[in-house]
C-alpha cells in the first residue's frame, strides 16, 4: 500500500511580529518618559512641632540677589562660583552635620540661580548620605531677617 | 475493507486576532498608565544626576511659567490655570485627601524666585511637607 503522505514545511507565523514589535516600542516610550522625571526633594517641616526657643546657633546663612550673586555668610560670590557653594557647606557641615542652612533669596532673584545653590547643598547632603537642616524661609521669617539686617 | 483517506490537516495557529490583542494592550498601557499631568514648555533649572530623585507616580504638581503663571494639577486630571491665590486652597484639598500626598514644583528657570516662594509658602499653610523641586539633568556636570 502506498502512503501518501504530504510534505509539509514547517513555519512560524511571522504575520503578528510587526504587532508585537509596535506594543514594545509603546512600552519603552513610555518608561523612558517616566526615568526622565527627576527632581531635587525637599521636606518642610511639619507645622505641629516647631520649637519656640531654638539655641542660639551659627547657621550657614547664604543670600542670592536678582544681580545673580549671592553671599554665603556675607562672603560675595556670583553664581557661576556655585563649586564654592559645595566647598564651604561640606567643611562647615563636616564637624555638625545638623547646622541650620539658610537660602535666603531675594523675591526678583531668577529661580535658576536659586536652585543652583540649592542643588549644591543638596550635594553635600547626598556625599555625606546625612540629612541636611535646609530652610527655605517664608515670608514672615525672610521679613525678620531683613529687619535684623537692617539694624546691622 | 476500504480504509478511509485520512484527511490532512494543515497546522496553523489562528493569527487573525493578534492585531487585536496588540491595539488591545497599547490601549490599555495608554489608559492606565498616568503620564505628563502637565504639557507646559518650561525651562526647567539644571542639577547634578546626585541630586536628582525619581519623582514619585501620582505626584501632584504646580507649574510656574516664566511669567508667573500658575497650573495646577492633583495627579490624576491635566493641568488647569489658577490665580495665586487658589493654590492653597488646591494643596489643602490633597493635603486632605491624603496627608503625605508628594507635591513637585515645575517652574521655569528664568521665573522670579518670589512666585515660587509663594507657592512653597501657600504648600507650607496647607500642611505640605514633601516637595521636589522638577530639575533637568547638568550636561558632563557634578560628580
Excluded: C
Amino acid at each position: 500500500m502506498k502512503l501518501n503522505r504530504k510534505e509539509e514545511n514547517p513555519e512560524i507565523p511571522t504575520a503578528s511580529m510587526a504587532d508585537i514589535a509596535f506594543l514594545l516600542i509603546v512600552f519603552f516610550m513610555l518608561t523612558t518618559v517616566f526615568s526622565t522625571n527627576k527632581g531635587v526633594e525637599h521636606l518642610l517641616p511639619p507645622q505641629e512641632d516647631i520649637p519656640e526657643n531654638v539655641d542660639n546657633e551659627e547657621s550657614i546663612y547664604i543670600q542670592i540677589f536678582p544681580s545673580g550673586q549671592f553671599q554665603i555668610d556675607r562672603k560675595p560670590y556670583t553664581i557661576e562660583d556655585a563649586d564654592e557653594v559645595y566647598n564651604y557647606v561640606m567643611s562647615k557641615v563636616q564637624q555638625n552635620a545638623q547646622k541650620p542652612i539658610i537660602i535666603h533669596t531675594n523675591r526678583e532673584a531668577k529661580y535658576g540661580d536659586m536652585m543652583i545653590i540649592l542643588s549644591e547643598v543638596k550635594r553635600v547632603g547626598k556625599d555625606l548620605k546625612a540629612n541636611l537642616a535646609i530652610t527655605l524661609p517664608s515670608r514672615e521669617e525672610r521679613q525678620r531677617y531683613d529687619q535684623f539686617q537692617g539694624s546691622l | 475493507m476500504k480504509i478511509k483517506k485520512t484527511k490532512s490537516l494543515e497546522a496553523n495557529i489562528p493569527t487573525a486576532s493578534m492585531a487585536d490583542i496588540a491595539f488591545l494592550l497599547i490601549v490599555f498601557f495608554m489608559i492606565s498608565t498616568v503620564f505628563q499631568v502637565d504639557k507646559t514648555q518650561v525651562r526647567l533649572p539644571k542639577s547634578s544626576e546626585t541630586t536628582r530623585e525619581d519623582v514619585v507616580k501620582g505626584s501632584a504638581f504646580v507649574v510656574v511659567t516664566k511669567d508667573g503663571v500658575i497650573k495646577v494639577s492633583d495627579g490624576q486630571e491635566d493641568s488647569r490655570l489658577v490665580n495665586p491665590e487658589e493654590v492653597v486652597i488646591n494643596a489643602a484639598a490633597w493635603m486632605n485627601k491624603n496627608p503625605s500626598q508628594p507635591i513637585v514644583i515645575k517652574a521655569d528657570a528664568e521665573a522670579e524666585y518670589g512666585k515660587v516662594e509663594d507657592v512653597v509658602d501657600a504648600l507650607r499653610e496647607a500642611g505640605a511637607t514633601n516637595l521636589k523641586f522638577l530639575t533637568d539633568a547638568e550636561k558632563g556636570g557634578g560628580s
